[in-house]
């Protein structure tokens, strides 16, 4: 018999020995989380940091409000992506169209996906852009 641990994220149990990974700092000798959660933390803390910038992403399957599909901007993507999806939107097939250096640019580059391209979410933007460009 193995012996379980629940991964305080997932809220699933795993087996300790194979499915977590070593902390000493831990009373068990055990991270809280399991391998798979703390491998996606890890990916997505990489990719925040490798560009450390702001992403214009599109939900292609995001149907429910235009054939293209919904686009966005945002500075934390992961956390964007998981408020969508919390929201009920349909996040399967998630897709990063570009990263920029600064909201302005990323603002820009969203409107023209949402004006020419036909991307959904075009009223948010608008109001962002002209918000920003007030300052
Ligand atoms: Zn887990």
Redesign the pocket.
């Given at each position: 018999m193995c012996k379980l641990k629940e991964?305080s994220?997932?809220k699933?149990s795993f087996n300790i020995d194979t499915d977590f990974y070593n902390a000493k700092a831990k009373k068990d000798g055990k991270d809280h989380?399991?391998k798979?959660?703390r491998n996606a933390i890890a990916a997505s803390q990489r990719i925040e940091h490798i560009t450390g910038s702001y992403f214009v992403y599109a939900l292609p399957n995001e149907n429910g409000v235009s054939d293209k599909g919904y686009c966005g901007q945002t500075k934390n993507l992961n956390h964007r992506i998981r408020n969508h999806k919390y929201v009920g939107k349909v996040v399967d097939g998630w897709k990063i169209l570009k990263t920029f250096k600064t909201r302005v640019e990323a603002l820009a580059y969203e409107l023209e996906m949402h004006t020419k391209e036909g991307y959904a979410g075009n009223s948010i933007a608008t109001r962002n852009f002209n918000k920003l460009n007030q300052i």
């Open positions: 991964c994220k997932c699933e989380y399991c798979t959660c």
